[in-house]
């Protein structure tokens, strides 16, 4: 059974331009978290979305934002991008519903320059 | 007062003792618990998860939780050099959100 897909592994952006993440959960999977990981802050959460609808989000800006496919995978969109960005950007899968344990993708190195 | 709450370490053990590893969290209202290993470069991996009081024994790992006192903690028996890493304590509060400590630094001395 294959793991949580994240793509691209490494991405190096300019201050005020925008990204986009992709992430494609384990088959059968249909809650996708975001965190952003970075040495300081720690793991931090972003959003959970279920059946495509996006339930809880962190306290980020309004930069950041993410939806979900029928297929599961989702993405998430980071716009105008700051330097205080650069991150490792993960995201987790879910059987779902509710409370289940949550698979790592291998994660996304965002640098912002 | 952060959600979760771990000492960040490092904590170092000699191989072969018990590591102890301890957590704590503010919401009340928190459901499922969660422990996950990240070494260095990688991401977490998830290791054990406990949802009610007591034990939860996994090989040489066992998660103990106490709700009243809003404690969490794991165990690692016959630790061993590739223990060595950071443990994340993760804890779901029921609303759709998994909240992850900072993590301790575990080191297994040979």
């Known amino acids: 059974k294959a793991g949580v897909t994240q793509t691209p592994r490494y991405l190096i952006k300019t201050r005020g331009q925008q990204v986009t993440l992709s992430c494609s959960p384990i088959?059968?999977?249909?809650?996708v978290s975001w965190y952003q990981q970075t040495p300081g802050q720690g793991l931090q959460f972003l959003f959970e979305y279920f059946s495509e609808t996006q339930r809880n989000k962190g306290n980020f800006p309004g930069r950041f934002s993410g939806r979900q496919f029928s297929n599961s995978r989702s993405e998430m969109n980071v716009s105008t991008l700051e330097l205080g960005d650069s991150a490792l950007y993960l995201c987790?899968?879910?059987?779902?519903?509710?409370?289940?344990?949550?698979?790592f993708g291998q994660g996304t190195r965002l640098t912002v320059v | 007062q952060k959600e979760v709450e771990q000492n960040s370490g490092p904590l170092s053990v000699p191989e072969g003792a018990i590591a102890s590893l301890n957590c704590t969290y503010s919401d009340r209202g928190s459901q499922s618990f969660f422990w996950y290993r990240q070494y260095s470069g990688k991401s977490p991996e998830l290791i054990m998860f406990i949802y009610s009081n007591g034990d939860k024994e996994d090989g040489r790992f066992t998660a103990q939780l106490n709700k009243a006192s809003q404690y969490v903690s794991l165990l690692i028996r016959d630790s061993q050099p590739s223990d060595s890493a950071t443990y994340l304590c993760?804890?779901?509060?029921?609303?759709?959100?998994?909240?992850f400590g900072a993590g301790t630094r575990l080191f297994v001395k040979a």
């Open positions: 987790a899968s879910s059987p779902g519903p509710v409370n289940t344990e949550a698979f």
């Open positions: 088959s059968g999977h249909r809650s």
């Open positions: 993760a804890v779901n509060t029921g609303g759709f959100k998994t909240i």
